[in-house]
């Protein structure tokens, strides 16, 4: 009898330039779940970059400081992790921007892949740590990133003024 563990058929790898029209649409479909999340209209508003994704994700395909990384069922891109390295006072780190897995795809390991992807060239840059950041409302994406072994190190708070 044949038999399939669905997580068989996921995978992740570097994105191409050929990707970034579907992660440009995952990250517009993420950007309308998010604005009405607790802390996310700030998110978008203040602390994003300013430019469109598609754009913001040809450049990560383009640069060797970032790196654009999809997640996909039977090489059907799902999902997509965005990072870049970020200085230190003693060498660099990986920061993961974005990472998203379309909806219907959560839970079933690509996400899990995508960060495995972006932490194995964190790696190969010589970078000490990874992180990433999550809304305050966000408790599956917490979740997540604990149960993948990152901890919480600081949190952010801010006021409308």
Known sequence: MFSTDVTDLVSAR????????????????????????????WHLDHDSDAKDPQTRHVHAVQTADQQLVVGCIEGVVVGYGMAYL????????????????HPRAQAIGVG???????????IATSCQ?????????????????????????????????
């Not at 970020?86 to 897995?101: A, H, K, M, R």
């Not at 899990?112 to 964190?122: G, K, P």
């Not at 740590?129 to 952010?156: C, D, H, Y």
């Open 112 to 122: 899990s892949e995508i960060l495995a992807q972006v932490r194995s060239w964190a």
């Open 86 to 101: 970020s200085p230190t006072i003693d060498g660099q780190l990986c920061t993961i921007d974005e990472l998203v897995v």
């Open 14 to 41: 570097p994105a191409t330039p050929a990707d970034t029209e579907i992660t440009a649409a995952l990250a517009q479909q993420a950007m309308v779940t998010v604005r009405d999340e607790r802390g996310g209209r």
């Open 129 to 161: 740590a990874i992180e990433s950041q999550v809304l305050p409302g966000n408790r599956a994406a917490k979740n997540f990133f604990e149960r993948v072994g990152m901890k919480t190190r600081k949190m952010r708070v801010s006021a409308d003024l």
